[in-house]
T-cell receptor, first 114, second 112 residues
């Protein structure tokens, strides 16, 4: 099955802890994206990567970090510096390096800070 | 920054009726896309319309684009209960091709 997987589906974190969300794709897509979605809201871009070993900040990168060591993997770390991390996190990918085409989404990870 | 604003925020209709959602945006675009999201799930791509196109169809979906008004509409004909979801427009900007800008979405409820 080709697609994007995210794990875990639900994640609970205590305040002050860093957590890492996993995103893996076997679509051979070049570009990958992380979005944050708050209740009743649209998607806001956190980070994106158009090629291995390179990534750019999106609109709300503060308190987050990413790496892109492999083409198929783009993990997101939510650090303790993120003041309001409770949200639904979505990972996406596109073929080629251009993000303005069709994006393919994973099922999401719901993060709750206790 | 979100540049897509969708209208209405929520829409409730009966099965068999048509549903129309509108999207407005602010800058010059390369394309406009519509996505669907079932509750608690990821987004699914529905349709892409390029800036030089005015109308596009896919099954029961009809999308129009008016670049002079910077707006688009999504029409779902003969709606079904399974169409219940949130629908988002997303724009690919003409001069920044790295990413999409998503709107705030329309929540559609279709009653059987």
């Amino acid at each position: 099955d080709g697609g994007i997987t995210q794990s875990p589906k639900y994640l609970f974190r205590k305040e002050g802890q860093n957590v890492t969300l996993s995103c893996e794709q076997n679509l051979n897509h070049d570009a990958m994206y992380w979005y944050r979605q708050d209740p009743g809201q649209g998607l806001r871009l956190i980070y994106y990567s158009q090629i291995v070993n390179d990534f750019q900040k999106g609109d709300i990168a503060e308190g987050y970090s990413v790496s892109r060591e492999k083409k198929e993997s783009f993990p997101l770390t939510v650090t303790s510096a993120q003041k309001n991390p409770t949200a639904f996190y979505l990972c996406a990918s596109t073929p080629g390096g251009r993000g303005f085409g069709e994006q393919f989404f994973g099922p999401g990870t719901r993060l709750t800070v206790l | 920054s979100q540049q897509g604003e969708e209208d209405p925020q929520a829409l409730s209709i009966q099965e068999g009726e048509n549903a129309t959602m509108n999207c407005s945006y602010k800058t010059s675009i390369n394309n406009l896309q519509w996505y669907r999201q079932n509750s608690g799930r990821g987004l699914v791509h529905l349709i892409l319309i390029r800036s030089n196109e005015r109308e596009k169809h896919s099954g029961r979906l009809r999308v129009t684009l008016d670049t002079s008004k910077k707006s688009s509409s999504l029409l779902i004909t003969a709606s079904r209960a399974a169409d219940t979801a949130s629908y988002f427009c997303a724009t690919g900007e003409e001069y920044n091709t790295d990413k999409l800008i998503f709107g705030t979405g329309t929540r559609l409820q279709v009653f059987p």
